[in-house]
Structures are given as structure tokens and as C-alpha cells.
């Protein structure tokens, strides 16, 4: 297959390259650095979906603002999907988060709040011409540094009270890449939303502290480490823990003894 990615210097993004080109698919790599900004960049996008089968929507923004996120998820996707149709791409695939389609979390977390306008947009816009996946994953391993480095403050790291089923993102490129195959060998029956995590519920304090004593916390070796509710009870009693899906094999413990936890956050 021929896929697209957009976001493929990113955290994920870059994995599922490589998972692509390992299985002999053709990646097509769209980011920031080839000067391709998709929220106001149509016809270059239309030349890059050109001829491919899929395309994979796997684009960040790092924001505490909810009003930029949401412009920016839900401008790309109406971007990203008219494009797609113009190109006549048959399967688009947009990574989420799991549960973020819940009131109460958007409440108290409003970039969740943006994820769900994102895939709200993309579904509008398929106007059933073209088939949508939506993989809802649970947070990456690979995150926690970057929240422990925005909760920083000071000697202080104020995490959010906050269970998660935490998910190695490896994990989530080699089921998104199994799915697409799946949707290949089936054509016409591609899955529609798929939930992907972790097998342990821990906090976000537990994971930070464990990759704290396996010095996997860079900058913060020193830190302390604290837990305050700012996140509102939804998401501090599990709210963001998804009660079905696929759960992963990865443990915290395997994860620190095996996983390259360096990240890029800016996903582009």
C-alpha cells in the first residue's frame, strides 16, 4: 500500500513510518519541515494523497489554549478530508484519545475537548464517500517526561491526579499498521474505531516516579514529585480508562527496561 503520513517526524508518527517501510508498504512522509502547513495548504496536499491508498492523520499541537487546539484540530481536519476526497483517497485513519469524547473529561481538560471537535470534523466530512478509522489510544509511556515537564515548577513536579492505562506507543503503530492490513485483506469493511491501552491502571504520579528512580526523567532527577486534582474528578477517578478495546501487552516495568524514551512533543 501507498500511505500517507501526516506528522512523520513526530513521536508516533515517525514509528508508524518505520513500521510501514518494514512491512515493504511505500510511506509517504508529510510534515512541517517540507514547508506543507495542512491547515492552509490544499493543493500541496492534494499532490502529496495523490495515488495513495491511506492516509494517516497523526498531528499534534502542543497547547494549554482549548480555543487554539480546537481552531487548529478541527481546521486540519476538514483540510485533510477535502483533500483527500480530491485526491480520491479511499481510507483516512485519525489517532485520538481514548474516552476524550466524554463531556466530563473535555471539562476538565479542554485540549481532550479539542480531540473530540477533531474527530467530530473528520466524521462530518466523510459524508460516507470515504471510509474513517479513528484509533483512540490511552497515554503513551513516552509522554509522561513531557508532562512532568510542564507541571514543573521549581524543586516541584504538580502532577494531575489522574488514573491512566498507560500504553507503549509502539505498541499503538504496530496495531494501527495491523488494522490497515486487516482493512486491505477486507476491503470495504475497514474498522471504524478501535481502542488501544495499556494492561496496568496506575496515576500519572506512579509512572513519573518510576521512570524517576530508573532515571528516565531527564531535567527532573531531583525534582519532587506531587499530585493535585486540577483535572477535575472524571479524569482523577478514571475517566480516561476505556472500559473495552485492545489491551496491550506492555507493562510500566517492561517499558523502562526496554523503551528509548527520548520524544519529540512537538508533533508536526
Not at 490544499?42 to 491511506?54: E, P, Y
Not at 483535572?231 to 517499558?255: C, F, K, M, N
Request: with cysteine.
Amino acid at each position: 500500500m501507498r500511505i500517507a503520513v501526516l506528522g512523520a517526524t513526530g513521536t508516533l508518527g515517525s514509528l508508524i513510518v518505520r513500521e510501514l517501510e518494514y512491512r515493504a508498504h511505500e510511506a509517504v512522509p508529510i510534515h512541517r519541515g517540507m514547508g506543507v502547513d495542512v491547515t492552509d495548504d490544499r493543493d500541496r496536499l492534494i499532490d502529496a494523497f495523490t495515488d495513495c491508498d491511506v492516509v494517516i492523520d497523526t498531528l499534534n499541537m502542543t497547547t494549554l489554549n482549548a480555543a487554539r487546539a480546537r481552531e487548529f484540530f478541527t481546521t486540519a481536519a476538514v483540510e485533510v478530508m477535502a483533500a483527500v476526497q480530491a485526491a480520491q483517497v479511499p481510507h483516512v485513519v485519525v489517532v485520538s484519545i481514548a474516552e476524550a469524547d466524554r463531556p466530563a473529561v473535555g471539562r476538565g481538560y479542554p485540549y481532550y475537548a479539542a480531540k473530540a471537535a477533531q474527530e467530530r470534523a473528520y466524521r462530518g466530512h466523510s459524508r460516507g464517500r470515504t471510509a474513517l478509522t479513528v484509533i483512540r489510544s490511552t497515554q503513551w509511556f513516552e509522554l509522561v517526561p513531557v508532562m512532568v515537564s510542564m507541571a514543573a515548577a521549581g524543586p516541584v513536579v504538580a502532577l494531575p491526579v489522574m488514573k491512566m492505562a498507560p500504553v507503549s506507543v509502539s505498541s499503538v503503530a504496530r496495531i494501527l499498521v495491523d488494522r490497515l492490513e486487516d482493512a486491505e485483506r477486507w476491503p470495504g469493511h475497514p474498522p471504524r474505531t478501535v481502542t488501544v491501552h495499556g494492561p496496568q491502571e496506575l496515576t500519572a504520579l506512579r509512572v513519573a516516579e518510576a521512570m524517576q528512580a530508573a532515571d528516565r526523567l531527564p531535567g527532573a532527577e531531583n525534582q519532587k514529585l506531587i499530585e493535585i486534582p486540577y483535572l477535575g474528578p472524571t479524569i482523577a477517578s478514571g475517566g480516561l480508562i476505556p472500559q473495552q478495546g485492545i489491551i496491550d501487552s506492555v507493562t510500566l516495568r517492561e517499558w523502562l527496561d526496554t523503551a528509548d524514551t527520548a520524544v519529540d512533543a512537538a508533533e508536526s
